[in-house]
């Protein structure tokens, strides 16, 4: 078994959430499917891994919203682990990508081959062509091979000598990264940043987790194996449950709340660079998804507070200034959010 601990966001609001009006306290829409299927995915998970409870709820709610996620944490926290476990519980087609250094676009999009028998060029698809894929170690590839990514993590098609290949759905990339080791790895371009809906940071296990990973491992349970975990959604249910998401309602002065909040990070004093509309989609779209995880049918302000860090952290860039007083992303983002009035 291996574990580690839950994402390094809070939960916690940073300021009094108005009381939600009584018409809105029972879900409208039947989301018994969705909650079936989430303990359903848990309990699979659960045969193989300890804790991650809210970073799987993370993990889930991109795919609901369609979006991308990237993992970060120190080696040995049970990344690359989850990320498989959560794509075999899915009846859709997964691949695994490990980036080096001296890996080349054509090995992720794939080439053309000319075949003599027809004096023309076939296509052959690489790795990328599949509903989950897991990119282990992202940033060890350099920027020629990242920006292959570019077109296919935003437009869900890939482009190759003047033909145009899409992808079929759903389409997630999933990508960890260690954020302490220099030696060979690269930046990620910050276009590339901005095409991830999270970045979640993973800590280690507490110690309840970590005593029963040990348990688990000196009773021989250390090499259970990944088969013993079953399919649970198929590409149709992803796709039911994704219309549903989209259908969540959202109150005006909610949207406002979340424009208020990604256009003050343009404006913050200790940001080099705020974050985009992309950004403002990203926090819509993951709320409404949130909301649905947790059975309700409208989206709160406490939905986007809890979404904030993980959409945002990887879309700005402190000032040097800052920098050298040693604050970080999440706590700029938790000024801004302290900032903003809450809708009521």
Do not use: C, W
């Amino acid at each position: 078994m291996e574990s580690n601990s839950t994402p390094e966001f809070s939960s916690e609001p940073t300021q009094p959430t108005p009381p939600v009006a009584e018409s809105f306290t029972a879900a409208r829409t039947d989301f018994s499917r969705l909650t079936t299927a989430v303990a359903a995915i848990r309990q699979e998970m659960g045969k193989v891994i300890v804790g991650q409870h809210d970073l799987l709820e993370m993990l889930l709610t991109a795919i609901l919203a369609d979006g991308h996620v990237l993992l970060e944490g120190v080696p040995g926290v049970a990344k690359t682990l989850t990320a498989k476990l959560l794509a075999r519980t899915l009846d859709v087609p997964f691949s695994r990508l490990q980036f080096t250094p001296d890996l080349m676009p054509s090995d992720v999009l794939g080439t053309s081959v000319f075949r003599p028998n027809t004096a023309d060029f076939e296509f052959r698809p690489g790795p990328i062509f599949a509903s989950v894929v897991l990119i282990d170690e992202i940033n060890r590839a350099p920027a020629k091979t990242q920006s292959a990514l570019f077109e296919v993590m935003e437009e869900r098609h890939i482009t190759q000598d003047g033909t145009t290949y899409p992808m079929q759905e759903p389409f997630v990339v999933l990508a960890t990264q260690n954020p302490v080791e220099q030696e060979g790895t690269y930046r990620l371009p910050e276009a590339q940043l901005d095409r991830f809906l999270f970045k979640l940071h993973v800590g280690y296990p507490t110690l309840e987790d970590e005593i029963a990973i040990l348990q688990g491992h000196h009773a021989g349970f250390g090499g259970t194996p990944l088969e013993v975990v079953q399919q649970v959604l198929s590409a149709e249910d992803i796709a039911a449950l994704r219309r549903q998401v989209r259908q969540q309602r959202v109150e005006p002065k909610l949207l406002e709340y979340i424009a208020r909040l990604v256009g003050q990070t343009r404006a913050h004093k200790g940001l080099y660079l705020g974050a985009s509309p992309r950004a403002s989609l990203a926090l819509l779209n993951g709320a409404k998804a949130l909301a649905a995880l947790r059975g309700r049918d409208f989206v709160t302000p406490d939905d986007v507070q809890f979404l904030a860090p993980a959409v945002l952290r990887h879309r700005i860039l402190l000032t040097p200034e800052r920098e050298m007083e040693g604050l970080t992303a999440d706590e700029i983002v938790k000024q801004i959010v302290q900032q903003i009035e809450v809708p009521r």
